[in-house]
């Protein structure tokens, strides 16, 4: 008889403890969802040559950032894509995960480091190392973000 009364108690406490998990669980993606709600969004277009950048920034409420890009440079695929980052200063570093041309299914990574000025941005030179599979710029390297290609442009958001 004990050991039924045991078996029930030890399934019980089992039973309660595996629906707190789920209630935590619940909580716990309800605040990841609400810091990923949208607070604002700008837009910025880079001109050089024939080559025409758009970028559209969304800034989260827990302070990161999401939003997309669009590379249209002359000599290559269109790129389009999304970035995702955030500030680190006046310095918004992002992980541009973009497909390249028609082909849907490769999907390429790339690490990118905007410099805020004003109301401009500015897409910096950094070197890139690779290990492992992942590209990221070089800690120990400095940006450079005054002999560039691509200034960004406040601009207005289209509509879809």
Avoid: W
Avoid at 56 to 62: A, D, H, I, R, S
């Amino acid at each position: 008889m004990k050991k039924i009364v045991l078996s029930c108690m030890l399934l019980s406490f089992v039973g309660l403890q595996s629906c707190k998990n789920e209630e935590k669980q619940k909580a716990e993606a309800a605040a990841k969802a609400e810091g990923e709600k949208v607070v604002s969004t700008e837009c910025y277009k880079a001109i050089y040559e024939n080559d025409t950048l758009d970028l559209k920034l969304n800034t989260l409420k827990n302070g990161k950032i999401g939003g997309e890009m669009i590379m249209k440079v002359e000599s290559s695929p269109l790129k389009k894509g999304e970035i995702a980052g955030e500030f680190h200063g006046d310095t918004l570093f992002v992980d541009y995960t973009f497909v390249d041309g028609t082909n849907n299914n490769a999907k390429f990574k790339n690490p990118m480091a905007f410099l805020k000025r004003d109301k401009k941005l500015i897409l910096g030179n950094g070197t890139m190392q690779t290990t492992m599979g992942v590209t990221y710029l070089v800690k120990d390297k400095p940006i450079d973000f005054e002999r560039v290609k691509y200034k960004f442009e406040s601009a207005e958001c289209a509509t879809k």
